[in-house]
């Protein structure tokens, strides 16, 4: 399965936007850049591998592999992105401003299941993350 991440890259957060096969799943929104800093920053752009995981604090939720300089990147629920986050992705339903959103957890269920089926169906799922700011991903 290919989710592709499109972000918009802003002082105070970054928003995204999720598709799975050129359909749109949710939004998302993260950290600004910080040039890949643990806690303060959103990933760097590329091509990620992810795994459903569980944990007590999160529930079922994400986990991308293979991050460089980086470890325990999530996908979970979280409506503020400087509140809630640290350097992980959480899906919204809504964007409600820069590095928020609303009804999280109801996007983060849509996402599950259909990590769930496409794990039930053997496949990889990869995440795709690029920019839509075209000035700014060539800053990165």
């Not at 795994?51 to 629920?77: C, G, N, T, W």
């Not at 899906?91 to 928020?100: A, Q, R």
Request: glycine share 6%.
């Amino acid at each position: 399965m290919d989710l592709t991440l499109y972000r918009a890259y802003f002082k105070e957060g970054t928003n995204g936007t999720l598709f799975c096969s050129n359909t749109f799943l949710c939004h998302t929104i993260e950290l600004p850049w910080g040039k890949n800093k643990r806690n303060i920053s959103c990933i760097p752009e590329g091509q990620y591998q992810i795994e459903p995981r569980y944990s007590k604090q999160f529930k079922h939720h994400l986990i991308l592999k293979a991050v460089k300089d980086r470890s325990y990147i999530l996908f979970h629920p979280a409506n503020n992105a400087l509140k809630d986050l640290e350097g992980c992705i959480a899906p919204v339903s809504y964007l409600s401003g820069i590095g928020k959103g609303l009804y999280s957890k109801d996007a983060m269920q849509k996402l599950l299941s259909l990590v769930y089926q496409a794990k039930d169906r053997k496949e990889i799922i990869l995440l795709t993350i690029k920019s839509q700011n075209y000035e700014h991903s060539r800053t990165l």
